[in-house]
């Protein structure tokens, strides 16, 4: 039922709002005037022509198929339907050539609650109680936790500190415990090989799938197929703090808070050396992704149609230090995401979340937001938010935003001198 209400939901907006925008903006817009044209000739049957100007395989760069895909290729793993999300990557790749990335992160996850499992199964026997022996030492046995988790199974005496336990397993040593990352590690790594083969067979499709895709880049000279010198990989390390903002600003109600800042404080204060080593490094880091590593696309600097565009010369650009300015916010934004993240995955999921966000973000010399949908739909998933109040925020903050889009994408058209047609705004 609870489906079927979201489905008459969404499409009581989507519906009008799709009719509206077909009725006052009847002709291809923008990228349209390439990718229109390309599907017409496939819906022909004619599959020989590739326009130079489209960048992607035929899934014709398309922000919700893409997206679409990739959750579900997530949830069939998490159901361990391998070959099935395997299929479901090759499909996200077409649409979107960065969806490997993502395939990999989900498959490689997969993988360590894939061995997870099986040594739950092989090396620790239970009793008809559901008590857990290993060693002569007692398990914690927590029916409550899923096992997809992928928690640690740690050896707990008879006097253990059940507190810290229960800070362990709610990720609130993900920052400032670097000991215990390193052990997690090493026992992922551990049990990956000693399980290699039932690994490697499981997940056989996801390694097809990765070295097709590998070979299709090592014929075509790059990851593009159309406009390369558009496109060209570049160090744009700044992109990654910009992700980090921009994410935490569309979950305003969860990361700017004065509980979300006084956690993140007590965090680092439980090893005080340590917490401002990572501190002073974040802020290295960041100021110096600004200062070496930002870019400023010719596409971002000449159209103005897009937010971005703005944001660039009256927020970044206004002032030669606003950019520095911004550091501690991408830090805290950061900091806000991995303790978050913490909570609901294991620091290995967090880890390789932020490595794929770096692969994914990082080469890309064009800044815009379309690229952050895929990881901030994984935060979203995972940020555990049970504040109906703070969903009605969300919510709310949300609808503003699409209002104000699409009237200013339906209603305050404008022209350019330099070239003819309707010129309309948006993200």
């Excluded at 990572?278 to 400023?296: C, E, N």
Aim: proline share 5%; with cysteine.
């Amino acid at each position: 039922m609870e489906r079927i209400t979201v489905a008459v939901v969404v499409s009581m907006w989507a519906i009008p709002v799709s009719i509206l925008v077909n009725r006052i903006v009847p002709d291809p817009y923008m990228d349209e005037i390439f990718h229109v044209p390309q599907a017409q000739r496939y819906c022909r049957g004619d599959f020989t022509y590739w326009d130079p100007m489209i960048t992607t395989p035929p899934g014709l760069c398309a922000d919700v198929a893409s997206l679409t895909a990739v959750l579900a290729m997530y949830v069939a793993s998490l159901k361990k339907k391998y070959w099935i999300s395997a299929m479901l990557g090759a499909f996200a790749i077409l649409i979107r050539q960065t969806n490997a990335v993502w395939m990999v992160f989900i498959a490689a996850n997969g993988a360590i609650t894939y061995t997870e499992n099986l040594y739950e199964k092989v090396f620790v026997p239970r009793n008809h109680k559901g008590i857990v022996f290993e060693s002569n030492n007692l398990l914690l046995d927590r029916k409550d936790v899923p096992t997809d988790r992928g928690l640690r199974r740690r050896k707990i005496s008879s006097s253990i500190n059940t507190t810290d336990l229960s800070k362990f397993e709610t990720g609130e040593h993900s920052l400032c415990h670097a000991p215990g990352f390193i052990d997690e590690i090493l026992d992922t790594t551990l049990r990956l090989w000693c399980f290699k083969w039932k690994v490697l067979l499981s997940f056989a499709p996801f390694i097809m799938v990765a070295l097709a895709f590998l070979a299709f880049v090592i014929w075509n000279g790059s990851i593009v197929l159309g406009a390369k010198e558009a496109h060209v990989v570049s160090p744009h390390l700044a992109q990654l703090m910009y992700f980090g903002l921009v994410s935490a600003a569309a979950f305003a109600p969860l990361y700017f808070n004065l509980g979300q800042a006084a956690a993140l404080y007590h965090s680092f204060g439980r090893n005080k050396v340590l917490g401002s080593l990572l501190v002073l490094v974040a802020l290295t880091v960041g100021f110096t992704s600004v200062h070496f590593f930002s870019i400023a696309h010719p596409y971002l600097l000449a159209d103005n149609r897009h937010y971005t565009f703005y944001i660039w010369r009256k927020v970044i650009q206004v002032h030669w230090m606003m950019k520095y300015l911004l550091v501690p916010l991408y830090v805290y934004s950061w900091f806000s995401i991995i303790s978050i993240l913490g909570k609901a995955r294991n620091r290995i999921w967090v880890f390789s979340f932020f490595i794929s966000c770096a692969l994914v973000l990082v080469p890309a010399p064009l800044i815009e937001f379309r690229y952050y949908t895929i990881p901030f739909f994984f935060l979203i998933l995972h940020s555990q938010v049970t504040d109906y109040v703070r969903w009605l925020t969300i919510c709310t903050l949300y609808v503003a935003v699409n209002i104000f889009t699409m009237t200013m994408f339906l209603f305050r058209p404008f022209h350019w001198d330099h070239e003819p047609g309707t010129q309309r705004f948006i993200w």
